[in-house]
């Protein structure tokens, strides 16, 4: 995943939290926002320090990005998205991690018509 797609700014993050929709699943949620126009999707990633530690943090996040990595041709390219991991994130493996996203992404209705 390469530096445009993903959001670092706090005035694109508040953005996306005022305007866009939100859906949530026991491990993630997930905020998206349709931008017009925009040729690839964004992400924005947030883990709390209540979380974890740092090592179990950058984890998450190393999930996160590779799980919409493998989902990156099934997602809509012209939307925002931010997901925020709850407590349960730290326990989960890759594979659950993904299935957990797939599932609140699959709430948000975010994946392309034929997709299962």
């Keep these: 995943m390469n ?3 993903r959001i670092k700014k706090d005035r694109e993050f ?3 939290f005022k305007e ?3 859906f949530a ?3 993630f949620i997930v905020y998206r926002y349709k931008k017009e126009g925009q040729a690839q999707f964004r992400i924005g990633l947030s ?3 209540k979380v974890g ?3 179990t943090r950058n984890r998450i996040k190393r999930y996160i990005r590779q799980a919409f990595l493998e989902m990156k041709d099934e997602v809509q390219q012209d939307m925002d998205y931010i997901i925020i991991a709850r407590h349960q994130a730290a326990e989960i493996n890759f594979h659950e991690t993904k299935k957990s996203l797939q599932h609140v992404l ?3 209705r975010v994946f392309k018509r034929n997709w299962k």
């Design 106 to 108: 699959r709430i948000a």
């Design 53 to 55: 530690n740092a090592v």
């Design 47 to 49: 883990v709390s320090k």
């Design 14 to 16: 508040q953005q996306v």
């Design 25 to 27: 699943n026991r491990q």
């Design 20 to 22: 866009g929709k939100s």
């Design 3 to 5: 530096k445009r797609q």
